[in-house]
């Protein structure tokens, strides 16, 4: 291995070229800074590479193929309908190298530095960097760390290539599995127990926490829609075994009512990962770090050192790219000298699954913990005219509302157009509005928008599309 003569000065050195680091890497330039950017693997990070992209490309995919009876009974016919899972990988890679080369576009407008290697931090504001066959030390005036989070087995289980798999390595199936067995209680066993449910497979869901997480009429509605589905559901359970063979993985359970032993194709873990931090050579550099390995940084991205910053995956708090690219921005124009902070108390969480689930806000129990006196309304996407015509009738709207202040406290929404109606109760929640003021604007109609109306009015007695309640409103001068 060759190594450097001198060490090279640079402005800001990010590490890691996923959302926040990417995201943090062009805000940077255009306020003016000079950026290198430090990526072992593909700009774009697991969310672009093998993550968000291929699987919202997968439940996407999956999700048209489940609406074609609806297109058949308005007439429209699709006689030899049939899914190949070679074309679809092939439209699934298409897709992330038209959208990895807009970053690689970005970067060169915007005049950043890329560095292809592997990065250790050392003292006195250096980093070493090892590509492979040549080695550098750079010194920083600032550092951003963007390293995400890697899959992990729970213990005692063995990863087995095809057979025992992570979410991620789901894109490098060779077929649609006869039998899936998906283990993890997050957004991604969920999106993936539909998905491949909606493509043929048998799916058995095995999960630790029945609610998913979510409000507990969403997490109703999902059980409902399972079992409609014929979605096998292990509530409260664990994996004790997993064995592969060479037809088949024996899976060893226990759920909380049996012990069973059931076979698959392929077993699928979800939801247990683990920083990319510790060969960073953070300890060095004496970063605070959780006992896990996950980076404490403030609403600025700063670490317990000045002039080291973190965003992503790798610091505490949700898994999602929407947190990394906020805290990457906001870490950027700090550095910059802007007063820019950011708060995690108002994250949307979408789930891409059929239909697809968007909450932000205190769930109904939730709101209960934490003292809150509240009335809720719902209403059913059944009673939505354009969710009807358009035949994507499952799921619900849900208003958690403050019952002394009329203040909203949540939003949470299973049914379509609910990913990109989220923002709107995202904004609500910041900007505190009250009950009065999602029920006084003027709604499309037909829309799909309409059930949050309703939901709004359903909480006050004054839903035009749900049976009258025993005490009716009376009139006052």
Not at 61 to 74: G, I, N, S, T, V
Not at 367 to 391: C, D, H, P, V, Y
Not at 437 to 446: I, R
Request: some cysteine.
């Amino acid at each position: 291995m060759v190594v450097g003569e001198f060490v090279q000065k640079r402005q800001l050195i990010i590490v890691g070229g996923g959302p926040g680091g990417y995201n943090a890497a062009i805000r940077a330039a255009q306020l003016g800074l000079e950026v290198t950017l430090i990526e072992k693997d593909d700009l774009g990070g697991v969310c672009l590479n093998t993550g968000c992209i291929p699987s919202k490309a997968l439940t996407h995919a999956a999700a048209q193929y489940a609406a074609m009876p609806h297109l058949k009974e308005m007439g429209i016919q699709t006689e030899a309908t049939r899914f190949e899972w070679p074309l679809f990988i092939k439209y699934q890679k298409k897709t992330v190298a038209g959208l990895q080369k807009g970053v690689e576009a970005l970067f060169k407008a915007n005049k950043i530095e890329v560095i292809k290697g592997t990065a250790t931090f050392m003292s006195e504001n250096r980093i070493g960097v090892d590509s492979g066959h040549h080695y550098e030390m750079y010194q920083y005036e600032n550092a951003l760390v963007a390293t995400g989070a890697k899959p992990v087995m729970p213990p005692g289980i063995s990863r087995a290539e095809g057979k025992i798999i992570y979410a991620e390595e789901l894109r490098n199936l060779n077929r649609v599995p006869g039998h899936l067995v998906v283990c993890g209680s997050d957004y991604i066993a969920i999106e993936t127990a539909m998905a491949f449910r909606n493509l043929g497979a048998h799916v058995s869901l095995i999960c630790s926490d029945d609610t998913f997480g979510l409000d507990e009429s969403i997490a109703r509605e999902l059980q409902r829609i399972y079992k409609k589905a014929k979605i096998k559901l292990f509530k409260n359970a664990e994996v004790l075994e997993a064995e592969a063979g060479m037809d088949a993985v024996a899976i060893t359970l226990q759920s909380d009512k049996e012990k069973v032993t059931v076979d698959a194709d392929v077993l699928v873990f979800t939801d247990q990962y683990r920083p990319n931090t510790n060969e960073l050579g953070l300890e060095f550099i004496k970063v605070h770090m959780d006992d896990e390995g996950y980076i404490l940084v403030n609403e600025y991205g700063e670490t317990s050192v000045p002039e080291v910053y973190a965003a992503g995956d790798c610091t505490i708090g949700m898994r999602l790219a929407s947190k990394a690219i906020k805290q990457g921005k906001v870490a950027a124009e700090h550095i910059a000298g802007l007063s820019s902070a950011y708060s995690l108390a108002l994250v949307p969480h979408v789930i891409h699954s059929t239909p697809p689930i968007a909450t932000v806000g205190l769930t109904e129990k939730e709101a209960r913990e934490q003292g809150f006196e509240i009335k809720t309304g719902q209403f059913a996407m059944g009673g939505n005219g354009f969710a009807s015509l358009s035949g994507q009738k499952e799921g619900l709207a849900k208003m958690v509302i403050d019952a002394k202040t009329d203040l909203l406290l949540g939003v949470h929404m299973m049914g379509a157009g609910a990913a990109e109606m989220i923002s709107t109760g995202t904004l609500a929640l910041e900007m505190a509005a009250r009950e009065e003021d999602l029920s006084y604007p003027v709604y499309a109609h037909p829309s799909l928008s309409e059930t949050w109306l309703e939901a709004v009015e359903q909480a006050t007695g004054r839903a035009i599309h749900l049976p009258p309640s025993r005490k009716k409103e009376t009139a006052t001068s």
